[in-house]
Structure formats: C-alpha cells, structure tokens
C-alpha cells in the first residue's frame, strides 16, 4: 500500500564532494534519510519504470536504509530495483553495473574510508546514468530540494531478503538482488592479462591484500585467490564488518600498518596493497617501498599499455589540483594531455564521456580508468599485478626506473582531522588575503613564482568551480596546497599538501621529510597551522 508521509526539512541535508554523510545516529531520525531519498527523486526527471541500482559497503545502518529505499524507489515510480546481495555493491561495481545494465542510475550507501558502527559514518549519494557520482547541477538541485520538502512517497510492504539472490516485487516494481561479484569479475576480465598474472603468480608472485573488513573482501577473494590463483591467505580482512572490525578503513600507512610493516619486514611479499570502505581507494606498497598514490598513477598511465585494455595508448590523464604533477611528466613524454581538475571524482566524468582522458586520479589513493565512472581500488591493484606480470621486475625496480626517466616529485599530504571549525576557516581566509602578496616572495632560496586560489572552467560544458584550493606555487616547481576536505563528518578536516621536483637521480633517494622540511616549514610560517588549528602535528601523513 502507497503511503504519503508528511515531513518537515532538516537544515543540514547540503551534499558535500560524495554525497550527504553523517554521524549514523543523525541518519536514525526520523525522516531524516526519507527526506534525502525524496529530494533526489524530487531533483530528477524520467525516471518512471525505470532502472535504479542499489547498493553500499556494508557498513552499520546499510540494510536498514536498502529496505527505505528500496519501498520509496517503488512508491515513486521505478520500474526495476537491482540490488546487491547483502546490500552490497563496492562503488566501482555499483558503477559497472549501472553501466552495463544501463540503468537510470544508482544509489550508493557509503561514507568511503570513514570509520563505520553504531556511532560512526553514514553516507548516500547519487550516480547518474554514466555510472559517475551527480554533477553540481544535480547535486544543488537535491540541496533545494532538502530545503523545502514536505512529503515523501514510501510503501507499506514487508522487507526484501537481501541475502538471497532472486526478484520479489514491490508494489509495481520488480526488485532484483544480484551476485555483487560477478558484472565487475567479466568487466575486470575484458581489461586485463589474466592468464600472464595468473601465470605470474604460478610462478612464484606473492600478493597479500588487506581488504580492511570492508566490502572488497568478496571481491577480492573471488578475483586474487580463486580467478588467479592466489593462495587461500592471500586476502587478509575478506569478510565486510558493520564498523570494519573496528578499524578505520582507510588505505594509508596508519591504518595498514600491519599490511606495511609486512612489507618492510624480512618476509615481504612482491605486492602488497589495501583498498578502503567502498572499496574506490588503494594502497601499493612493494618490497621496501611504500608507492604515493601520485606517483603510483604516474607508473600506471605509463604503463597501461601493458594491459590488453589499454594497448592503444592513452587519450590523455586527469588529475585532481592536489596530486603531485608527476602524472604531467608522463603525459608530456607520451604527448598526451593533462588536465587538473578540483578534487572529486564527478569532475572527471565529463572528460572520460568525451573521450578526452583515459586515467585519472587522485592522491587520495583513487585511482580509476574509463572502464567505469568512479576511481576503483582492484583496478589499479590489477593493473599493477598486470605490469609486474609482463615487466618481470620488482615494484621497486620499476618505480626508481621511473623517476631516472621522468624524474621525482617528493611528495606528502599532512592531514589536521576534526579540527574546529572556525579555527580552519580562519586559516584558509587568512591565506586568501595574503594572496595578492604572495607573488615574488623570498622565502630563504625558495621564491614565489604565483599563488591562487584554484578555479576550473570544465572543457567539455564550460562550467566553472571556484575555491577549490589555496595554491602557492615556487619557480623551482615546488608548491604548498592548502585544502579543507569535503569528506568528514565532524569538525573540519585540513589537509596541506607539499611537494618538490627532483630531476637529478644522484638526488632521488632522500627521505621524504627532508626533502620537504623546508616547505613544511614554509606553511606553518604562512598559514599559522598551530594558531588556527592548536594542533602541533598533522593527524595522519600520507
């Protein structure tokens, strides 16, 4: 039975870069997602018996949101609901599907590398037909729609098996939950050499990947230890927990420190790697080698032809503003276009539909191909087991052959989590007033060739994003970013992001931190990171 329910709007239902994320217990009032879900229909067009994918990564609240939306999908006219089973779909695959399904769009339930549980994150947000997160324009659109709702449609109905593969209907929509492994597992096959990787692990490449409790636990089992032959082991973490055994799933040397210290220790696999919540991020580590996700989307781009998929060469890479430039040095070697974009994966979905990129990434680990509209944790992981397949070197070996040939772009992201608010906007306005000073500053041998705060005017449609960044940029090809990150759920996330060019190979095998001393020195004596912020260092550095 169709139900009608009165409902009064929520002043805090503004999406951010992925989507509205919260604290799990703001997602239980009452209303609270309804209103959401309402909005979004609200915002679109079309859609009536249609196709809608759903899907998330398991965390605590995901099937108990599947079922709201799965009724008020229904009640608002959809035609045909797939769903995941468990209510699983890792963003990449929720991303495949929708594409290859060609559905209206998708759904995804995630809050990405934030910690989950009772008292931890929550998250929704739209993907439209291409399979790639909502643009701006609808992304506002839902905004304004939050801002005056009144009602919402959902039926009386009871709730779906999930864990059961089948259709049932609800009310007049057909509801089908779908193995969440096997559209991505054929994508994945069309893309890459599997029999060179899996002959490569017959003889003797080790993997050990750290799923982190999250949902690529199954995909990654099917894919490394039974498509490829991995050995039952390989996949540490496989099994999706509501708050990820506790952990915090995010790929990064804090929080896979057992995955690194492995990696650094006697007994080293070749390949050690990581992908986060929804499974879109990814972490390389090699034998004595942690690999940035700067440099591991250079090597990548640089190497993608080794892949059937790729053969062809690049039409060109995309990187978001805060990634080192060192994906731009491949791209001028292969004669290719680079185009900086702000962060957020949504910005490269109009260059990958026109066909103007091939790769894209961001430091943030994601890193993603046009083979689907979202950055995708076991692609790059495939790509890289593909390369080291056919190359027949260590990760090693390869990333130091790369910075001989394209040179090295020292790099590390200082991340100030949770910090209060007003403190980190009164950093980031303090910068944006010294702006227009910057330019031509001595700072020891250091000197400022420019500083902005990055705009981008979109090639394909001409829109145009402001604020996305406070750059200060150094004739020697060293800069300082200064960033507040669209993906927390509480406080204000600083992230700074430093970097310096080596081209010389006598000077490539510094320490990180010396490297970059003098420009951390540099942004604390600009931004006032302890003043504003009253932290003394970074919470995490990646």
């Given at each position: ?30 209303n ?58 890792s ?60 009602q ?31 559209d ?68 990064n ?11 650094m ?15 879109d ?47 731009d ?34 430091e943030?680990?994601?890193t ?5 509209r ?23 070996e ?41 330019a ?5 041998a250091?000197?400022?060739g ?11 449609d ?58 951390i ?22």
């Open positions: 039975m169709e139900m009608i329910v009165s409902t009064r709007p929520f002043d805090d239902q503004k999406p951010g870069t992925s989507g509205l994320r919260k604290r799990v217990p703001v997602f239980q009032q009452p609270y997602l309804e209103n959401f879900v309402q909005s979004i229909f609200g915002s679109l067009s079309g859609y009536e018996g249609k196709m809608l994918v759903v899907g998330g990564d398991g965390r605590y609240h995901n099937a108990e949101a599947i079922q709201t939306i799965i009724r008020m999908a229904a009640a608002n006219g959809f035609g045909r609901i797939l769903v995941g089973q468990g209510g699983l779909l963003t990449p695959a929720a991303s495949c599907v929708i594409r290859k399904h060609q559905a209206y769009g998708g759904i995804i339930l995630s809050a990405s590398h934030n910690p989950g549980g009772p008292d931890g994150d929550f998250g929704i947000k739209y993907n439209i037909g291409n399979g790639g997160p909502a643009p701006e324009k609808i992304t506002e659109a839902i905004y304004a729609h939050t801002r005056t709702i009144e919402y449609r959902t039926l009386d109905t009871p709730p779906v098996k999930l864990d059961e593969v089948g259709t049932v209907e609800v009310g007049g929509a057909v509801c089908e939950i779908i193995d969440p492994v096997s991505y597992l054929e994508l994945m096959r069309s893309l890459f050499d599997f029999e060179a990787i899996r002959a490569a692990i017959a003889g003797g490449l080790r993997i050990r990947m750290d799923s982190m409790h999250a949902v690529t636990g199954p995909y990654a089992h099917k894919i490394l230890e039974q498509e490829l032959g991995a050995p039952a082991g390989t996949v540490m973490n496989g099994v999706p927990s509501p708050d990820f055994g506790g952990h915090h799933p995010d790929p040397m804090v929080y896979a420190a057992d995955l690194f210290d492995l990696m220790g006697p007994d080293a696999p070749d390949l050690g790697a990581a992908s986060d919540g929804d499974g991020r990814n972490l390389i580590i090699g034998r004595g080698i942690f690999v940035t996700p700067s440099d591991s989307l250079a090597v990548l781009a640089a190497n993608a032809h080794l892949a059937p998929a790729y053969k062809g060469g690049l039409k060109g890479i995309a990187r978001s503003m805060p990634t080192s430039a060192a994906a040095r491949v791209a001028e070697r292969l004669g290719i276009p680079c185009y900086e974009t702000p962060t957020g994966w949504k910005f490269f979905g109009n260059l990958l539909d026109a066909d103007l990129a091939t790769i894209c990434g961001e943030s680990a994601g993603g191909s046009n083979h689907v979202e950055k995708d944790g076991l692609w790059a992981i495939l790509l890289w087991l593909n390369i080291l397949a056919v190359r027949k070197q260590t990760v090693q390869i990333v130091h052959e790369h910075w001989r040939i394209h040179g090295r772009n020292y790099y590390a992201r200082h991340d100030y989590e949770e910090v209060e608010t007003k403190g980190a906007n009164a950093l980031m306005d303090g910068l944006r007033e010294q702006l227009p000073r910057l031509g500053r001595q700072f020891g250091l000197t400022v420019g500083a902005d705060d990055f705009s981008y005017i979109d090639p394909v001409g829109s145009v994003s402001t604020r996305q960044g406070i750059r200060i940029l150094f004739e020697n090809r060293s800069r300082i970013v200064f960033r507040l990150s669209g993906t927390g759920t509480a406080g204000a996330t600083l992230r700074v992001y430093l970097e310096c060019f080596e081209a010389d190979p006598a000077g490539q095998d510094r320490p990180v931190a010396e490297a970059l001393a003098q420009l020195e540099i942004a604390e004596q600009v931004a006032g990171i302890r003043a504003n912020t009253g932290r003394d260092k970074p919470t995490v550095i990646t």
